[in-house]
């Protein structure tokens, strides 16, 4: 079945940079596009960009440009999300998704609650 | 501040049908088929429950249906369920980009 499992909570000084992970099971890594979205506490779904795991090609959303870098390592198929030059309102829950076509997203990590806190 | 406009709460009793719109310009909604629904519940991940405006994926309730008119995307949800209650997110990609709406509590009275 496909999984979806990401690393572990973090806390972080403003200032700091985060790395977390998303580890894919149960199909071709590199045949989907994987999505980043955050969510702040009770606020809502803010996407931040995509990945192609076959090509390592990149797209950001415009906010994020400066401050975020996805990569990806299919000898394990894994992607990742790094945010930089974090800030106390980049405290959010991040989620990585899975995207066969269309920004239809189909199966989602558990997500990571990143904590940036001084 | 979230470039699709939806309304931030409606609420209905069990067995209504309500609806949720999501307003975005023509260089999004307007100008693409891939707008999307999501259902959140509280400490959950979204789940998709619309694709491509109006494509109900496998397991999804027929009770949940989509259409688009101009640049407004509606999600419909008939014969109201307790269960239904959640946070509902539309989103549309350009292919390149992609916008969530600011989501919309429905309440089940």
């Known amino acids: 079945q496909v999984q979806l499992v990401q690393s572990g909570a973090e806390v972080k000084k403003p200032g700091a940079s985060v790395k977390v992970s998303c580890k894919a099971s149960?199909?071709?890594?590199?045949?989907?596009?994987i999505h980043w979205v955050r969510q702040a506490p009770g606020q809502g779904l803010e996407w931040m960009g995509w990945i192609n795991p076959n090509s390592g090609g990149t797209n950001y959303a415009q906010k994020f440009q400066d401050s975020v870098t996805m990569t990806r390592d299919t000898s394990i198929s894994t992607a990742y999300m790094e945010l930089n030059r974090l800030r106390s309102d980049d405290t959010a829950v991040y989620y990585c998704?899975?995207?066969?076509?269309?920004?239809?997203?189909?199966?989602w990590g558990q997500g990571t609650l990143v904590t940036v806190s001084s | 501040q979230s470039a699709l406009t939806q309304p931030a709460s409606v609420s209905g009793s069990p067995g209504q049908s309500i609806t949720i719109s999501c307003t975005g310009t023509s260089s999004d909604i307007g100008d693409y088929k891939y707008v999307s629904w999501y259902q959140q519940h509280p400490g959950k991940a979204p789940k998709v429950m619309i694709y491509?405006?109006?494509n109900r994926p496998s397991g999804v309730s027929n009770r949940f249906s989509g259409s688009k008119s101009g640049n407004t995307a509606s999600l419909t949800i008939s014969g109201l369920q307790a269960e239904d209650e959640a946070d509902y997110y539309c989103s549309s990609y350009t292919g390149r980009i992609l916008e969530f709406g600011g989501g919309t509590k429905l309440t089940v009275l």
């Open positions: 998704t899975r995207d066969p076509y269309g920004g239809n997203f189909d199966y």
């Open positions: 491509e405006v109006s």
């Open positions: 149960g199909y071709t890594f590199t045949a989907y596009y």
